[in-house]
């Protein structure tokens, strides 16, 4: 064989490899950071298993209509923060077939524009998984129109999946859901059992093999010899609601140890600052915006949170019991059902009862080992690799 017929060979054989590599589209939507944070841990993990996965992870919102996305983005966040009441109303509304298809038809407006289309056509996705309903709509919308023709896999990250997620069902390859008590409401739905997947929500720290739990509990200036509470405020406007709880726990003098994350509300922190200091607290660690919180989880013993999906999440990952505070309302109100329903964590509605429940632990810390034993039978933590698996063999039909 010449020279020429080698280097063409070698030409059309990385065509054909070309060819072969899968795509794979993620689409999420910043409203809150739950489905940013599960579609990282998706496109990661991925990576990581096959880096010759070409995976596009976007956030609608970037290529939403401008004007309507802000405004939409913006009214969610109030009610999420100011108005819980308000937002389990809304949530509750559209959870209908005929509310749910209104939602559906205005979300695609936001979203049904020359950029987006541009963006996800240029890429040419073989399949899409979806941690937003919203991208589950759009895909379903430009496969029915012939604009995509990519296999849609949606992930649900919360632990009830709202008739939102449900609008393209029928043509949908598998409907990732948190828990297998989901399969009976959403087969009442109408939805075939034979897709719904009930792995738990898809999340996948990367954690050090060789990690010293004792060093790491060092480093922050503690000694290991009380128990540790891992503390997360609330990132945004957010972390104004958890500041009655964090004062209370200041004042209190606990014999506990926390670590307080203010994420990315800089006066938060600041106010915590400034108590610790006018009450002379010696058991508590204030941080900023953090990207070590598989580590912090690992050094704690349990964690005070608002019972998002993901961040809740991450807590049942490493079997850390979560007390559950400011829950914003609808889609949060079935999350903190599923952990106490399991005995993960408990709920708390007002600081007063909050506190009871912390100087119990503070005196006996076996009162959250009940819940511990609980999240150790939980074997969520392969939800990611099945995920991976059920994707690959999508992608080989």
């Known amino acids: 064989m010449s020279n020429l017929d080698e ?36 496109e990661k993990y991925f990576k990581s298993q096959d880096p010759e996965l070409d995976i596009l992870a976007i956030d609608l919102l970037k290529y939403s209509t401008p004007i309507i996305g802000r405004l939409s983005q913006k009214v969610t966040d109030f009610f999420l923060l100011k108005f819980p009441l308000g937002w389990s109303t809304i949530y509750n509304l559209f959870d209908s077939k005929i509310s749910s298809e209104v939602a559906s038809q205005l979300s695609t407006s936001i979203f049904r524009n020359k950029r987006m289309r541009k963006v996800i056509t240029d890429f040419d996705p073989d399949l899409t998984i979806s941690t937003h309903f919203f991208g589950s709509s759009l895909i379903d919308l430009y496969n029915r129109k012939g604009i995509t023709h990519c296999k849609l896999i949606t992930v649900v990250t919360d632990y009830e999946a709202h008739a939102l997620w449900l609008k393209g069902y029928k043509r949908e390859q598998a409907i990732i859901v ?14 075939d059992p034979k897709i719904i997947k009930p792995l738990g929500i898809p999340i996948h720290p990367v954690t050090s093999t060789d990690f010293d739990v004792l060093s790491a509990i060092e480093k922050y200036g ?25 004062k209370k726990i200041i004042k209190a003098n606990l014999n506990i140890d926390f670590i307080y994350v203010a994420g990315k509300n800089q ?23 953090v990207n070590n919180v598989p580590e ?13 999906g993901a961040q809740s999440t991450e807590s049942l990952y490493f079997k850390k019991p979560i007390i559950m505070i400011n829950c914003s309302g609808g889609q949060e109100v079935a999350n903190y059902k599923y952990f106490e329903r399991n005995g993960y964590g408990k709920r708390f509605r ?39 698996n059920i994707a690959k063999n999508i992608l080989s039909k």
């Open 7 to 42: 280097r063409k060979k070698l030409v059309y054989n990385k065509i054909e490899v070309d060819d072969m590599k899968k795509k794979i589209l993620i689409t999420y939507a910043m409203y809150g950071n739950g489905h940013r944070a599960v579609a990282e841990y998706i």
């Open 178 to 191: 948190g828990d297998k008590d989901e399969v009976k409401y959403l087969v009442k739905k109408g939805v």
């Open 222 to 246: 503690f000694t290991g010899e009380r128990p540790i509470c891992l503390f997360f405020g609330g990132g945004g406007n957010g972390g104004v609601l958890s500041l009655p709880y964090i």
């Open 267 to 289: 006066n938060s922190k600041e106010k915590v600052d400034a108590w610790i200091r006018e009450y002379g607290a010696t058991n508590i660690k204030t941080m900023g915006f």
């Open 296 to 308: 912090l989880l690992q050094i704690c013993d349990f964690v005070v949170s608002k019972p998002g």
């Open 350 to 388: 007002i600081p007063f009862t909050f506190m009871n429940f912390m100087k119990e632990v503070s005196k006996n810390p076996k009162a959250i080992d009940k819940m511990h034993k609980n999240m150790s039978k939980n074997n969520s933590q392969q939800a990611m690799a099945k995920l991976y």
